[in-house]
């Protein structure tokens, strides 16, 4: 299973904060690499282009380039969990592209009470999140 990849931050000490679509939050240490892959070594020289990483199309992985880049699995796997106050809290699209199933579905399990507002889902602004729980109570375990 992959798991998607929302936002990447470069950190000092080449270090990355990467949020899933989960709701998870982990860091990365890129240091780790530098003697396993002497290709990331280049951070090393080029220390400024550490900070230009993004998210790849799609959320399966990060890049920086053509040359340089990582998989969700690797960043997952060997990324530390951290603890940080949305854990376990994704948006309305990202459960709905995780469960296989329609935003409208959502909106109406909240019309007829099965997520409860303010305990189970809440709005911020025009965007619902929900919370990784409510989700797995309600529909079980994700794809």
């Known amino acids: 299973m992959f798991h998607k990849i929302k936002n990447v931050t470069p950190l000092p000490q080449y270090k990355l904060s ?41 959320g399966y992985g990060i890049v920086w380039n053509d040359e340089l880049d990582l998989s969700c699995d690797e960043l997952w796997e060997n ?37 409860v507002n303010g305990v189970d889902v809440c709005k911020f602004g025009k965007q619902w999140v929900v919370s990784t729980e409510a989700m797995q109570r309600e529909y079980g375990k994700n794809a």
Request: charged fraction near 25%; proline fraction near 4%.
């Open 18 to 58: 990467v949020q899933f679509c989960e709701g998870i939050t982990k860091l990365y240490d890129m240091k780790l690499l530098f003697d396993k892959l002497p290709v990331f070594k280049f951070f090393v020289e080029h220390p400024e282009e550490f900070y230009n990483v993004a998210v790849d199309v799609g």
């Open 79 to 115: 990324g530390e969990k951290v603890d940080t106050p949305f854990d376990g809290l994704m948006s309305f699209s990202d459960a709905t592209a995780l469960w296989g199933l329609n935003e409208s579905t959502l909106r109406k399990a909240i019309s007829y009470g099965k997520l």
